[in-house]
């Protein structure tokens, strides 16, 4: 069993950084390949960025590449999303999700493949 919990969204101009942190519980999250997806009013969640077990993997959306940036402290059962340069379409709700199913060593794209999500948190770009 695993749970997740976000935190760090707020408001934020743009052109602004936020980090995203992602806690979680059980001894199983230092296999976990993790991601995090976000969902905008109307639209489906979508891919931002993933990162497998080690970290040694890392995957990102074309539409926040160079900007934002996934990693993970196993001995924190921790994972970051730090995202910079802001733009007002990076609104939404942000989750994080954990997968305890398929290899460790891939990063997964798609919501799917993930078996625990976090409630979300808020991240709202302003122009």
């Known amino acids: 069993q695993v749970q997740l919990v976000e935190s760090g969204g707020g408001l934020v101009q743009a052109g602004g950084s936020l980090r995203l942190s992602c806690a979680a519980s059980?001894?199983?999250?230092?296999?976990?390949?993790v991601a995090w997806f976000r969902q905008a009013p109307g639209k489906e969640r979508a891919f931002v960025g993933g990162?497998?077990?080690?970290?040694?993997?890392?995957a990102y959306a074309d539409s926040v590449k160079g900007r934002f940036t996934i990693s993970r402290d196993n001995g924190k059962n921790t994972v970051l999303l730090q995202m910079n340069s802001l733009k007002p379409e990076d609104t939404a709700v942000y989750y994080c999700?954990?997968?305890?199913?398929?290899?460790?060593?891939?990063?997964?794209?798609?919501?799917?493949?993930?078996?625990?999500w976090g409630q979300g948190t808020q991240v709202t770009v302003s122009s």
């Open positions: 059980g001894r199983t999250f230092s296999n976990c390949p």
């Open positions: 999700a954990a997968t305890t199913v398929g290899s460790r060593l891939a990063v997964r794209t798609t919501a799917t493949t993930y078996n625990y």
């Open positions: 990162i497998n077990w080690s970290g040694g993997d890392t």
